[in-house]
């Protein structure tokens, strides 16, 4: 048995979702596409069922990627039954999906989510008339608490033992027909009752007020860059470092040389030790890079992006900025990709799939990769910079922004094509509930882990190569007397800028031990941010983007570098 859990965006459907199947789940792309799903299992009498979870459509005509997926698996999936997730606070909105959805004559359970947010706004319904009206089994639910969800079990094993006579009888419509159903459906069984804002009502419309909502946006981004920053320090500082160096690295590393002394496999999977950033080796540094650097900044990152998605923040974000990201060729859903960037470049370039078009993910991707900082490369800087002023972190990050604002615009003038307006239902601000919370960020932190690992080690290896055949060090040979003269850096600090190859984060470190005067120390810290992506953001470039758009974004980041480097070094002295 095939069962579709179908409904709007932001209606609560990953929640049902994950309180129906539990946590044997499993997340995948649909077949020709990089949309997501996941699929679950839910006990119907005595056998087991498939659940899918369709990403979230407003029609059956879709209007982006997401819904188009959304619309064939309906199609093609032939699924025997369909639960429809409704927000319980819109129901016109919501009920243009489940009249297309009651059309094709599949029997349908349909769930009145946050029924709670309903009673709270004064949005009465009444269930008997909509049962009647639409023909099939209404449950009302609020699946943050598990309120309805027994009932909805309940009536999906009942309607699993006679499905032809629970087939809707609702006939084919147009859509302004559909809507006038609509009309005459919400005469008949709803009522609103006039009441006062409550203070989450204020909040939302003060979080897209042209003023308060810039305030709200600093004072959340302040927040959730603490939260991670602080949280990700103690874990690598308390956790992953103690047993790397004292467990894991010593252990790896006798290991392989025992088995294959002073040989190329070793330096291939060793390297020449354990350390974190210069030896190389797929099982030190591969590892070290992977696990006790980037993970523990992903964890945490995805955990508040979770956050702040539950809670119906970053449409409300999306929204208020909408108009100054249109200056650089996107709209205000961009900002999520962006978001991401400062945690991880590798999650958020692959994230650009959420855009439309493929200009909007060139030039997202593009302006991620040249000029946002990702999370452990930013608490670097912070480390390098802050004990000589804050002025100095403000000159790299305030340049970062104007090197946004100008390649933006610029790449908005150059490429053909117009960014498209965005349409985002905003959800009520929710409390989120901590165990869809939890299993939404593991969902992600092991997509992560799963897509990342084997690009990080193909990087860490191809460097690696580089220098065991010498090529490295012919290249920094090269390249020194050139940049050095442009940048004002010494020629050691060449092999730093270099090294951003595999890490930006670790090569700016590597600036520490080089006795920097601090206004070089500024030129290489931004060079470093603009001018090439870690290994892993670069093959996911490819992924994402293709080799022609790749090469078009290094060409920009090399030639930005170069610029910028140069002027700074001019000005700074």
Partial sequence: MKILLMGNPNVGKSVVFSRLTGVHVVSSNYPGTTVGYTKGK?????????????????????????????????????????????????????????????????????????????????VHINLEKLTKSLGVPVIPATAVTGEGINETVSKINEVSKGMDSYKPKITSMNGD???????????????????????????????????????????????????????????????????????????????????????????ILVGTGYQDATSFGILTTGVYVEFAVVLPY????????????????????????????????????????????????????????????????????????????CMAQTAVIIGLLGPYGLQYIAIVYGTLFLIFIFVGMLLNRLIKGESPEVFLEIPPYRIPHLNTLLKKTWFRVKAFVIEAVPFVFLGVLAINLLYIFGIMNVIIAALSPVLSNLFGLPNDAIGALVMGLLRKDLATAMLAPLNL???????????????????????????????????KTLALMMGMALVVGTILHLILG
Avoid at 61 to 84: G, I, Q, W
Avoid at 90 to 96: A, Q, S
Avoid at 346 to 361: D, H, N, Q, W, Y
């Fill in 42 to 122: 839910i006990n119907v009498g005595t056998e087991e069922a498939d659940m899918m979870d369709v990403p979230g459509t407003y029609s059956l005509t879709p209007s982006c990627k997401a819904e188009e997926v959304a619309r064939d698996m309906f199609f093609d999936e032939k699924p025997d039954l369909v639960v429809n997730v409704l927000d319980s606070t819109n129901l016109e909105r919501n009920l243009f999906l489940t009249l297309q959805i009651l059309e094709s004559g599949i029997p349908t359970v349909i769930v009145l989510n946050m029924w709670d947010a309903a009673k709270r706004k004064g």
């Fill in 177 to 267: 027909e559909r809507w006038a159903f609509i009309g005459n459906i919400l005469d008949d069984v709803q009522r609103i009752e006039h009441r006062h804002p409550t203070i989450l009502e204020r909040l939302e419309d003060a979080s897209v007020h042209p003023v308060f909502g810039f305030v709200i946006a600093a004072v959340v981004l302040y927040i959730t860059l603490e939260v991670v920053v602080g949280l990700s320090n103690m874990m690598i500082t308390y956790i992953m470092d103690p047993f790397y160096y004292n467990y894991y690295g010593p252990f790896i590393t006798n290991l392989i040389s025992g088995w294959f002394p002073n040989s190329i496999v070793q330096s």
């Fill in 298 to 373: 992903i964890l945490f990152f995805y955990f508040m992006l979770g956050v702040l998605e539950d809670f119906g923040y970053l449409p409300r974000l999306a929204v208020l900025i909408d108009s100054l990201m249109h200056k650089i060729g996107l709209h205000g859903y961009s900002v999520i990709p962006i978001i991401l960037g400062f945690g991880c470049n590798f999650p958020a370039v692959m994230s650009t799939r959420i855009l439309e078009g493929k200009r909007e993910k060139f030039i997202a991707a593009t302006l991620i990769a040249i000029s946002v900082p």
């Fill in 517 to 551: 005067g601090i206004n070089q120390l500024v030129v290489a810290s931004t060079v470093l941010a603009v001018s090439f992506p870690c290994i892993a953001t670069l093959v996911i470039l490819l992924k994402e983007i293709g080799i022609k758009d790749t090469l």
